[in-house]
């Protein structure tokens, strides 16, 4: 299934669960307890760029998922690659659609690529047109997205144990709902 159409189903699952509020989260037993832990908790109302939080929220759920994918020797974002790769089965993406799908610019995908082309998990293909490349998921690349999935599982869990399953997914949908707005990639319309 197509990213876009998957994530469409996604986002109408969405429309149909309750909205995240706020300050949802800050209720959880399992994430209340570190806040109140800190030496000067954060002043949520007074962080006001949305960017910021983002980012500052990725960079916190990435190095959960890093820490758990370390032992197969992939970034998170490799897996994510062999992840996208290994759900399209044999109708292999080219540069530009794999990108697209990861809501990544093409030449963050092509460095992010040239490790797994060298370790043998991924083959970049000519197309019938020779200006397009498809990228291919190996025997060697399905073994180790296998062995990634094993530990992105693990991840996953402990997420959902401080989050709450709801919580994730109605985050997970709402982001992914962001994530393919094309309207926030610019300022016009």
Known sequence: MPARAAASQEIARAASAP???VYAPLTNPGICPI???MSAPPKFDQMPCHATAFRKAARRVTQLYESAMAETGLRSTQFAILSELHHRGDKPPTLAELAESLVIERS??????RPLERDGFVVLQEGQDRRQRHIVLTAEGKAKFKEGVEAWRIAQER????LGRAEARNLRLTLLG???DDRLGKLQD
């Open 19 to 21: 909205p995240i509020r």
């Open 35 to 37: 806040i109140l832990r």
């Open 108 to 113: 963050a995908l092509g460095h992010t690529l």
């Open 159 to 162: 997420f959902e144990e401080m």
């Open 178 to 180: 962001l994530a393919y």
